[in-house]
């Protein structure tokens, strides 16, 4: 089960980051993972929330151009070598990884989350599935 | 079903038209001679009397009349009947320098009308049609114009003037309006609207629209049909010759037939004023035979076109000129490149972008910069950066491959380019010179 992202484009100028900070906040949805990729041009905010429909449609009603995008959600321990062994079974399953986020794991101190953006989200979710990894579902991640 | 509203004179065999064109001529340059000095003045130093003006053949020595004799002679240095017989002025928007005003006697008006009227049966128009007429009123010739025509058509006329754009949806979904009428860039915005409103082309009754007074692009018109579900049809006309209708479109939308039972036209180079053989690119030219306030003779558009006598499908046989690139006002020397921003247009349009855009033209170190500003659509994003630079380096190739200069793209995000409820302003020029 993948989880949506949902990917917002940011015009380049002061206060556009802080300007869609401020949609969600006002609709009260809560952000688990948030990363920003730049160019010299535009940036496009790549975020993880509890309510992922409801918050690309605000955004999109404020004027946003956001689109959702499957990714895979993967909790690995908080310890040394932990994202390594996980990238082992990326590796083993030939899976390529197009870009990657990680988070703390919530309440569960001891554990971080990983955010993998695939070609192929459903083959590659199959595959290491396959390979004993536990991709979390939508539900857990609104829940952490 | 093609329709016409004046069939005996726009269907008229063209030694008949040129027939009428001699004999207007002819008395509209007595006319001016007996009645605007000015005018007078400018045949005198060319050598030219009312005598040597027998026919259509002899128009080419008569002196022309420019955007510069209007701002020498405002407000009534051109004025050729008494204040009393005018019944209404209208006016230019004044974006270029001093504002021009033309004058209409009752007569004028009534050409002027039925000029309109003919656009709009050429649009598929009737009198069981409801035309909404969302040009603005006021000076601007647009609102009056086609609210005239309507009338003269007898179809149902919303006056609704620019602006207030959902109650403009509105009332084209409640009082079933069929023909729409107003600038293209609004008509663009008009559209965006309905579909965030969830409208379709089929939830919308209008049928056809008229769009004019700015410049725009094949690629538009088939964005706004696609949008509204209608066919769109291009008016053009200037103040200074009464407004829109000068010419319009028929159903073959190719070309724009000039009213020239009303207006001759002609055109030349722009460097030398030489008159060009038929077919040619230059200037359009419009001499007026058939006003009586305002008689513009040999005027210099300033647009850049090109026209066709070639056989219309519609029966019309007034001659058809091209879609202007834009008047010579419009366009931009970058770098020394003739630049047109309706060549810009093409381009975004072509690349799946939506026509809200702007130009930023400015001069660092010396050198001047383009910078085509376009909106994010959700079509053109993905949430990997490689792919939206692809879209963005492939739009520079083109605008370059078409403009033949480098030109800069900026990605706004949606709805930071103001939308016009007129005339867009597409241009903004920031260089010093």
Redesign the interface.
Known sequence: MSVQQISVFLENKPGTLKKMTGVLASHGIDLRATSLAETKDFGIARLIVDDALEAVSTLKEHDFVASLTPVLAIEIPDEAGGLDKLLDKFTDESVNIEYMYAFPGGKNTDRACMIFRVADTKAAEARLTGAGVKVLTQEEISNI | MEHYYQPEIECAPYEEIRKIQSEKLVKQVKHVWDNVPYYRKKMEEKGVTPDDIKSVDDLHKLPFLSKADLRETYPDGLLAVPKDDVVRIHSTSGTTGKRVVAYYTQHDIDLWEDCCARAIMAAGGTNEDVVQVSYGYGLFTGGAGLHGGSHKVGSLTIPMSSGNTDRQIMFIKDLNATILCCTPSYAAYLGERMQEMGYGPDDIPLKAGIFGAEAWSEEMRQSIQKTMGIKAFDIYGLTELSGPGVAFECSEQHGMHINEDHFIAEIIDPETGEVLPEGEQGELVFTAVDKEAFPMIRYRTKDICRLSREKCSCGRTHVRMAKPMGRSDDMLIIRGVNVFPSEIETVLLNNGYAANYQIVVDRVNNTDTLDVQVE???EM?????GE??ER?KKLMADLKSMLGIKAKV???????IARSEGKAVRVIDKRKI
């Open positions: 994010m659509t959700p994003f993905n949430d990997n950066v939206v630079e963005q900026s990605l706004l995000a949606p709805k930071s």
